[in-house]
């Protein structure tokens, strides 16, 4: 039985051992239905793993996993709900497009047709050919259009858009964005961090397995520092001392500081110099992103 | 070409030395049993009056100097072996040449100093080298219990000479039509009508000029341990050298990943046996299972056909009464005997298709591809029950088509053995097949790097331990772990109905381990 409140994702301490490495230590989520759900972290820190024991393709050496409820153990139900689109899409050579479509939608179950047609023609795919003839990005777009077309309650996806051009990267966007609106989760894990910018609602950080911040974008920016782009005439005074400046780097002719909490401090040191510029933004999601690491 | 070299050579080397291994105990066990069979001179000069069978001249040869070790190992397993090293390179070619293309890591390669032309001479020159490394082997083995060195030199340059010839072959059909498995199939076509060829020239003595037309008959120019013809040599390297010429600079001619005969544009979707996860394995399958289905067949045919010559010659000769007794048989036995002992070398084949077939389950996983099915709503063991069924039913097919095979084989021969007796002994091998593909399950679950190594390995091994155990006289336990040991000679014997039933459940067992194991292991791709 589906428990129609509950998370679309939910794990518990899980926890994945290679031998004596440790992939994922601890993960605690809950991703909620309609939501699009970004999952960042350097290669390494155990997206995939993660992923890979949401789909119960590897077990978990401690803690549980649950999809729309249902155990992730118990394949037969958990992946009534769930379609996976790996970031390296690996398929039968001698299929065509189309006969591979057939094949993976047989398994699935249920197919929206119309909508698979949709989806083919939408991603601009040519499904006549032989896959081993087609590019990483047109294996990926099959990958895509099978996980969609089965109007799947969560869709698990791995770096879903590594080999797509930028106009397929946008209907990419346009699909999640209305699947999320029809009340599908969305779990992507993605490098491409102007992607997950512009579509996720809410984002986890992973470093060395660990989850080192789970929060809204706007949350991440708030929280997060001011950027301040500093040029003064003669020469500067050490702002690294300053509190609330956490890093100072060259930038152009002038400084690009970070502060963290109030800018009062660094204003006052600022105030008797001979300020030529002073711009201030709040960081990108990559900025955000590289001061984790 | 350095690089590229190491690289070839580590991708190959392990099929090299497992060719090299088999082959030296092939040819030892080849010599034991000679000198265990015919102890004495005339019964070995009796051999040559197979010169006067039509079937035994067409599948195996006529035989020169079988009063000799050497010349009875050329004559009895040197068309086998010439068989196994030309199946060898064609794999090994079309795997370097057109696989690497094919998976898109030749690119890798590609882009580094080497032309196209470049790799593909390293890679000829490493497949080169695996044949005349085995060409060694097969020295070292026959030198000594022959001590003809000059024969056994021209039988090891005349089993590498026909490997190189073969991976030369498959290397221009590489640069004529893409895709490994039609370069490769183009390789075994070759070979397949120069084993007919030479058919032909064998089969009465006016056509035996046809010979010179068959790289696969020039072993019976060479005559090792008789004539020792050595001017037949050059025919190998001025044919290798013309192959390697023409494949070189069709290479040239061609981009990387392309085909001079391309077919990719009448590419049709054919929507067939895709509905469930079974049928699809099943449509991957097919092709291969009639491909084996195909080999079993011929062979099992010719063997068939050779049942009333060679049982004739057997049972008109005092001297074999002595083996006879050995192996347990009347005289008036000697023809379903006969089918007995070929229905266990069918049964090692088959038990080497049982573990590749467990195999092919292990590679949709390496190849990461069952994580597209295994993610949606289908369970492990499902999975890899549809895989198990597949297994039983292709065996059972073999099974039949052996039995078949050889049934039809000895109809025209007029040998007095009926369909029945062929369905039996067949049947007899049956708990043995199983049971290693059982062991293919264990592996696949245990250790699925080892799913084709460990059951093929065992299979080779519990034959040769059944063959020279009772001969050399090891203890019983040693000869007891050998499954073929445990098989009685039915039809002529009674079925061991424990022992076969012990097999089975041992089979069921190791199935069952192996499927609680991979439903507890994690899915590991490449």
């Not at chain 1, 031998?19 to 759900?37: H, M, P, T, W």
């Not at chain 2, 039509?54 to 599948?59: D, E, K, N, Q, Y």
């Not at chain 2, 006969?338 to 390496?366: P, Q, T």
């Not at chain 2, 609680?516 to 590991?524: E, I, S, T, W």
Request: aromatic letters at 8%.
């Amino acid at each position: 039985m589906v428990d129609a409140a509950g998370a679309a994702i939910r794990t518990e301490g899980l926890t994945k051992h290679f031998g004596d490495v440790v992939a994922l230590d601890g993960l605690s989520l809950e991703v909620q239905r309609g939501e699009i759900f970004g999952f960042l972290g350097p290669n390494g820190a155990g997206k995939s793993t993660t992923i890979r024991l949401l789909l119960d393709l590897i077990h978990p050496t401690a803690g549980s996993a649950w999809i729309m409820g249902i155990p992730s153990s118990d394949v037969a139900r958990a992946h009534q709900h769930v379609a996976y689109v790996p970031g390296d899409v690996a398929l039968w050579p001698q299929l065509t497009g189309s006969e591979t479509l057939e094949l993976l939608g047989n398994i699935s179950g249920s197919v929206d047709a119309a909508f698979r047609d949709e989806l083919i023609e939408r991603f601009q795919f040519d499904p006549g050919k032989r896959v081993r003839s087609y590019s990483k990005g047109n294996r990926q777009k099959i990958a895509l259009v099978a996980a969609f077309m089965t109007r799947p309650d969560v869709l698990l996806l791995d770096e879903p858009t590594a080999g797509l051009d930028p106009l397929m990267e946008a209907t990419f966007q346009d699909l999640a964005r209305a699947a999320a609106e029809r009340g599908q989760t969305i779990f992507l894990s993605s490098h491409i961090l102007d992607e997950v910018e512009d579509l996720c609602h809410r984002v986890a950080m992973l470093r060395e397995g660990k989850l080192v911040e789970v929060a809204t974008l706007e949350k991440l920016k708030e929280l997060d520092t001011t950027i301040f782009d500093v040029e003064v005439d003669g020469t500067y005074p050490a702002l690294d001392a300053v509190p609330g400046v956490i890093q100072v780097e060259p930038n152009g002719s002038g400084v690009r500081v970070h502060v963290k909490g109030s800018p009062a401090p660094l204003l006052q040191v600022l105030a008797p110099l001979s300020v030529q510029q002073l711009r201030t933004h709040t960081p990108s999601l990559e900025e955000i992103f590289l001061s984790y690491y | 070409m350095q690089p590229a070299l190491r690289l070839y050579t580590r991708l190959t080397r392990r099929g090299v030395l497992l060719l090299v291994l088999a082959f030296v105990v092939y040819t030892l066990v080849e010599a034991v049993s000679y000198v265990q069979t015919y102890p004495d001179q005339a019964a070995r000069e009796r051999l040559s009056e197979f010169g006067d069978q039509p079937a035994v001249r067409m599948l195996q040869g006529i035989p020169h100097a079988v009063d000799t070790i050497g010349g009875f190992v050329v004559w009895d397993g040197g068309w086998f072996m010439q068989a196994v090293i030309g199946v060898w390179a064609i794999l090994a070619t079309s795997r370097l040449l057109r696989g690497e293309e094919d998976s898109g890591r030749g690119e890798l390669v590609g882009v580094g100093q080497l032309s196209g032309a470049g790799l593909t001479r390293a890679a000829l020159a490493v497949v080169f080298a695996g044949c005349v490394v085995t060409g060694i082997g097969v020295f070292a083995a026959i030198a000594i219990p022959s001590e003809d060195p000059l024969g056994a030199m021209l039988f090891a340059a005349g089993i590498a000479g026909f490997g190189v010839v073969m991976a030369a072959a498959t290397a221009l059909a590489c640069q004529l039509v893409g895709v490994r498995r039609r370069a490769a199939a183009v390789g075994a076509a070759f070979l397949g009508a120069s084993f007919v060829l030479r058919m032909v020239a064998n089969s009465g003595d006016d056509r035996l000029w046809v010979s010179w037309l068959s790289p696969f008959g020039w072993m019976d120019r060479l005559r090792p341990f008789g004539d020792n013809n050595a001017v037949v040599l050059p025919l190998y390297v001025v044919t290798v050298i013309a192959l390697t010429w023409a494949a070189l600079a069709l290479r040239q001619r061609r981009d990387l990943g392309s085909a001079l005969w391309s077919r990719e544009s009448d590419v049709r979707t054919r929507p067939l046996l895709l509905a469930s996860p079974i049928r699809f394995a099943w449509r991957l399958t097919w092709g291969v299972l009639l491909v084996w289905a195909v080999g079993v067949g011929l062979y099992a045919f010719f063997v068939g056909s050779l049942i009333k010559a060679m049982g004739d010659a057997l049972a008109d000769d005092p001297t074999y009464e002595a083996y006879l007794e050995l192996i347990g048989l009347d005289k008036q036995e000697i023809y379903g005997g006969m089918v007995a002992v070929m229905a266990v070398i069918i049964g090692l084949v088959i038990s080497l298709y049982a573990a590749w077939r467990i195999g092919a389950a292990r590679n949709e996983e390496d190849s990461e591809r069952v994580e597209h099915l295994l993610t949606r709503p289908l369970t492990r063991s499902r999975w890899l029950g549809g895989h198990v069924a597949l297994a039983v039913l292709s065996i059972l097919a073999l099974c039949a088509v052996n039995a078949v095979a050889m049934w039809f084989g000895g109809v025209l021969t007029e040998s007095p053995v009926g369909l029945l007796d062929m369905v039996k002994a067949t049947a007899n091998l049956l708990p043995v097949i199983l049971l290693f593909g059982g062991a293919a399950v264990a592996m696949f679950g245990l250790v699925p790097r080892l799913t084709i190594a460990v059951p093929a390995g065992a299979v080779a091994v519990a034959y040769v331990i059944s063959f020279i155990g009772p001969a050399l006289d090891f203890p019983g336990w040693v000869t007891g772990i050998s499954p073929f040991y445990h098989v009685s000679l039915v039809p002529v014997a009674d079925y061991q109905l424990t022992q076969g039933l012990a097999m089975l459940g041992i089979a069921v067992a190791a199935t069952a381990v192996g499927w609680l194991a991979f439903n507890r292991r994690d899915v590991v791709g490449a």
